[in-house]
């Protein structure tokens, strides 16, 4: 690369919890600049998910943080052009690739799900990646198939 790398950003923590993985995933919800809009939509969804698990001794952050800890990919395919074939080859995965796209899966699969409100879907979709089930979770373990049966073409790796 002839330019240097651009600096990374520093992300403010968020106004209730102090998390800046909170304002991460907010900021990955948010649509047009709408980030009142977002944090609301989480912060319901946290106490949604704290009504549902109240049998549960974690707090609805904790259960958040877990179901997120359950959806992050450990290894992903890249596709490889070696001598005219291309080649599925499993990489393992950066650690703040594995953030984004457990972000991104979970709140496209939220996204998805049938709900009124969108707090209501990404309440759904927190408890079932807790309970590792759901289509982010599913995703995931497509990914881990995936390379686990391209495991052959590891050598092909950068």
Not at 14 to 21: E, I, M, V, Y
Not at 130 to 150: I, L, Q, S, T, V
């Amino acid at each position: 690369m002839r330019k240097t790398k651009p600096k990374k950003r520093i992300l403010l923590p968020d106004p209730k919890f102090g998390d800046a993985l909170v304002t991460r995933f907010v900021n990955n919800l948010m649509y047009g600049g709408k980030k009142s809009i977002a944090f609301t939509i989480f912060y319901n969804a946290l106490n949604m998910v704290g009504e549902k698990m109240k049998d549960s001794e974690q707090a609805p952050l904790e259960i958040w943080k877990k179901a997120l800890e359950n959806v992050t990919p450990q290894v992903e395919v890249k596709s490889r052009r070696v001598g005219g074939a291309n080649f599925q080859v499993p990489i393992e995965v950066r650690p703040e690739r594995k953030i984004s796209l457990s972000i991104k899966n979970m709140l496209l699969y939220a996204r998805k799900r049938s709900g009124r409100s969108m707090a209501e879907k990404l309440c759904g979709e927190i408890i079932a990646a807790y309970n590792c089930e759901g289509g982010a979770f599913k995703r995931k373990e497509d990914m881990h198939k995936m390379a686990e049966a391209n495991k052959a073409f590891a050598h092909f790796r950068m």
